[in-house]
C-alpha cells in the first residue's frame, strides 16, 4: 500500500489548486491604464462606527445624494466575507479632468434624517469608498463643544479629492473635507444640504507598482520594526532558555535513569522497578474516548496544514494591502481543501488504536471544529441582520458555503477517512501492555491537569504576546499587518516552545508514575489558546475602545473559534512530540 506518497500527492496537487484559485482571485480584470476623460470607476462601500470595525453599514443607509446609475459591483466570496457592500458612488472622477464645487444633488433632509446624521456623527461613523481599487477614508462629520459646554454636531457637505497619477494610471489618492462646508444637524429641523465635491489632479513619480506601499509604511516604520524584532528577541531568548535547561536537565536524569535501570537488571532482575520504568506495562494503553481523541489529532493536523499553507501564501506576496477578500477567500478554499488531511489522520489513528467504528469517527472529525464554527456563525449572523449591518451574510453566499461544504470539504473528508482506514499502519509500541492498568499514586495538587495546564500554557504565550497586540490591531481595528515573515518566525517559536514545554511536563508525569499522558500532553499543548482568549479580554476593555452588543458578540464569539482552533492544534503539537519522546524513552531501556 503507498498510502503516504498518495498523501504527498495530494498535497501537492492541493497547494498547486490553492495557488491557481488564489492567482484568480487576485488577478484585476482591469489594467489600471485610463485616457484623458475616461471615467475611472469610484464605489463607496460603506459606513460605521470607528470604533467598532464588526459594526459597518452600506454606504446609502445613510441619506446621502444617491447617484442616477446606482448599480451593486460583483464581489468575490471574500469581499462579501469581509462586509464589503459596494455601490457606484454619486462623485464622478474623470481622468485627468479636475473640478470645482461640483454640485451632487441638493437634498432637504427631514427630521428623522437629521437625527440620523447625528446619531452617526455622536458614534464617530466614517466612510470607505474604492477608487480605481485604492481605499479611501472620511469622517461624516463632527462634533464640538460650546462655550457654553453644549455639544454642535456639523456635517460635511464637501469633500476634497486629490488624486496622484504617473502617466496613464492613478497611482494614489486622498479626500479631505472642506473645514467651511458645514451643516449644523443638532436639532431636530428639515435642513437644506448642497452636497458637493472638488477633484483635483496632481503628476507624481511615483511607479504604478508600488502604488500599495503607502498602506505597508505604517507598519514598516523604524519604531514598530523596533518592538517587531524586540517581540522576536524576546520569543528566541525563551526558546534557547528553555530548551537548553531541557535538554540539559533531560538528557542528565534520562542519562541517570537509562543507568540505573541497567544497573538493576545486571545485579537483581527481581528488584521493585520505580519512576517510569515502573509504568511501561501501561504508558501505552489507549486513551478514554480514542474516538474523540482521534477526531481532535485530525483537526488539529487540519488546522496546521492550513496555518502552514496561508503563511506560504503571505509569504509570496498574495495578501498584499487592500486585496480585498484574499485572506478570507483562501481560509475558505485551504480548508475545504485540506480536509482529506484531517479525514486521513483521523482515520488512520483511530484504526491504530484499535477503533472499529470509523464512520462515527469520521463524522466526528468533520463536526469537531466545524459544528462550534456553524453554531457560532448563525448566532452572529442573526445579529448581524438584526443591525442590518454588512457582515450580515446573503442567502446566495451562504448557499454558497454549503454547496463547498457538501460538495469538497465532505468528499475529501470521506475520501481521506477511507485512505486512513487501508492504511494498514500499526501503533508501533516499544513495550507490550498489560491486562489491567495500575493503580496511580496519589499526587500533589501541582501534579494536576489544570495547574499543568497553567505551566504549558504560559511559556508559548509569554513567547507571542507582544506580537499579539499587533495581530488584534489588525485584525480588530484600522492597522494593516505587513510583516508576515516576523509572523511566521514567531509561529515557529510557538510550535517549538509548545513541543519542548509539552515534553517536559509528559516526563514528569510519568516519573510520578502516573501513565495517563495522552490526553494531558494534548490539553497541556492545547492550553495556549486559552490564555490567548484570556488577552481578548484584556484588549478587548483595556486596549480597545469597541463597544455595543453586536461588536461585543462578533469579538468574543469570533474569537473563542479562533483560540479553539489554536487548542485543537497547539494540542496536536503537543501529543505528537509527546508520542515520539515517549517512544524513543521506551525502546531505549528493556522492558518484560
Avoid at 491604464?33 to 464605489?43: A, E, S, T, W
Avoid at 478554499?333 to 469520521?362: D, H, K, P
Avoid at 490591531?473 to 513541543?499: C, D, E, N, P, Q
Wanted: glycine share 6%.
Amino acid at each position: 500500500m503507498m498510502v503516504k506518497p498518495q498523501i504527498y500527492k495530494w498535497l501537492v496537487l492541493a497547494l498547486f489548486v490553492i495557488c491557481s484559485v488564489m492567482g484568480a482571485v487576485t488577478s484585476d480584470a482591469s489594467n489600471h491604464k485610463y485616457k484623458n476623460g475616461d471615467v475611472v470607476p469610484l464605489y463607496a462601500n460603506k459606513v460605521g462606527p470607528f470604533q467598532n470595525p464588526s459594526e459597518t453599514y452600506r454606504y446609502f443607509d445613510l441619506p446621502f445624494c444617491l447617484p442616477g446609475d446606482l448599480k451593486e459591483k460583483k464581489e468575490a466570496l471574500g469581499e462579501v466575507l469581509n462586509g464589503d457592500r459596494l455601490v457606484s458612488a454619486p462623485y464622478k472622477l474623470d481622468f485627468l479632468v479636475d473640478k470645482d464645487s461640483e454640485f451632487i444633488c441638493t437634498k432637504q433632509l427631514t427630521k428623522q434624517e437629521v437625527n440620523k446624521f447625528r446619531k452617526a456623527i455622536s458614534k464617530d461613523y466614517y466612510f470607505q469608498m474604492y477608487f480605481d481599487d485604492l481605499p479611501l477614508w472620511g469622517f461624516i462629520g463632527k462634533y464640538e463643544k460650546t462655550e457654553l459646554n453644549e455639544l454642535k454636531y456639523y456635517l460635511f457637505k464637501h469633500l476634497q479629492f486629490e488624486v496622484l497619477y504617473n502617466k496613464d494610471r492613478v497611482i494614489e489618492v486622498n479626500v479631505r473635507t472642506d473645514p467651511s462646508a458645514l451643516v449644523d444637524v443638532t436639532e431636530d429641523k428639515e435642513v437644506n444640504v448642497d452636497f458637493m465635491y472638488t477633484v483635483r489632479w496632481k503628476e507624481t513619480n511615483i511607479p504604478f507598482d508600488k502604488r500599495m506601499e503607502k498602506y505597508s509604511q505604517n507598519s514598516s516604520l523604524p519604531h514598530h520594526l523596533e518592538i517587531h524584532w524586540f517581540s522576536i528577541i524576546n520569543s528566541c531568548v525563551t526558546v534557547l532558555l528553555l530548551t537548553g535547561f531541557l535538554a540539559t536537565i533531560l538528557m542528565r536524569v534520562l542519562k541517570n535513569d537509562f543507568v540505573k535501570y541497567a544497573h538493576d537488571e545486571e545485579t537483581a532482575e527481581d528488584q521493585e522497578e520505580t519512576g517510569w520504568k515502573y509504568i511501561h506495562g501501561d504508558v501505552f494503553r489507549y486513551p478514554k474516548f480514542k474516538s474523540l481523541f482521534a477526531a481532535a489529532l485530525g483537526s488539529g493536523t487540519q488546522l496546521f496544514a492550513l496555518t502552514i499553507f496561508i503563511f506560504i501564501l503571505a509569504l509570496v506576496g498574495v495578501f498584499y494591502p487592500y486585496n480585498r477578500g484574499a485572506l478570507f477567500t483562501a481560509l475558505v478554499v485551504i480548508y475545504a481543501l485540506t480536509s482529506g488531511i484531517a479525514g486521513y489522520t483521523a482515520s488512520s489513528f483511530y484504526c491504530q488504536l484499535e477503533g472499529t467504528n470509523w464512520v462515527r469517527n469520521l463524522l466526528l472529525t468533520g463536526s469537531l471544529f466545524c459544528g462550534p464554527l456553524f453554531l457560532t456563525f448563525c448566532f452572529l449572523n442573526t445579529v448581524a441582520i438584526a443591525y442590518s449591518a454588512t457582515a450580515a451574510l446573503p442567502f446566495g453566499t451562504i448557499v454558497v458555503i454549503a454547496l463547498i461544504w457538501a460538495l469538497v470539504t465532505s468528499p475529501l473528508l470521506v475520501l481521506g477517512g477511507i485512505a486512513g482506514k487501508n492504511s494498514k499502519v500499526e501503533f508501533q509500541a516499544p513495550c507490550r501492555t498489560t491486562k489491567y492498568p495500575r493503580e496511580i499514586p496519589p499526587l500533589p495538587w501541582y501534579r494536576g491537569s489544570l495547574p499543568q495546564m497553567a505551566m504549558a500554557g504560559f511559556l508559548p504565550f509569554s513567547a507571542i504576546y507582544i506580537e499579539l497586540y499587533y495581530i488584534f490591531a489588525s485584525v480588530w481595528g484600522h492597522r494593516i499587518y505587513t510583516i508576515y515573515s516576523i509572523l511566521f518566525i514567531v509561529f515557529i517559536i510557538l510550535v517549538i516552545v509548545t513541543a519542548f514545554i509539552t515534553i517536559a511536563l509528559t516526563y514528569f508525569q510519568l516519573a510520578a508514575e502516573d501513565h495517563e499522558w495522552w490526553w494531558r500532553s494534548f490539553v497541556c499543548g492545547g492550553s495556549t489558546g486559552l490564555f490567548i482568549y484570556g488577552y481578548c479580554l484584556y484588549y478587548y476593555y483595556g486596549r480597545s475602545d469597541m463597544t455595543g452588543f453586536m461588536q461585543t458578540s462578533f469579538f468574543f464569539g469570533y474569537m473563542a473559534c479562533i483560540c479553539y482552533g489554536f487548542f485543537l492544534m497547539l494540542g496536536m503539537i503537543g501529543f505528537r512530540a509527546s508520542l515520539f519522546f515517549v517512544r524513543h524513552i521506551y525502546r531505549s531501556i528493556k522492558c518484560e
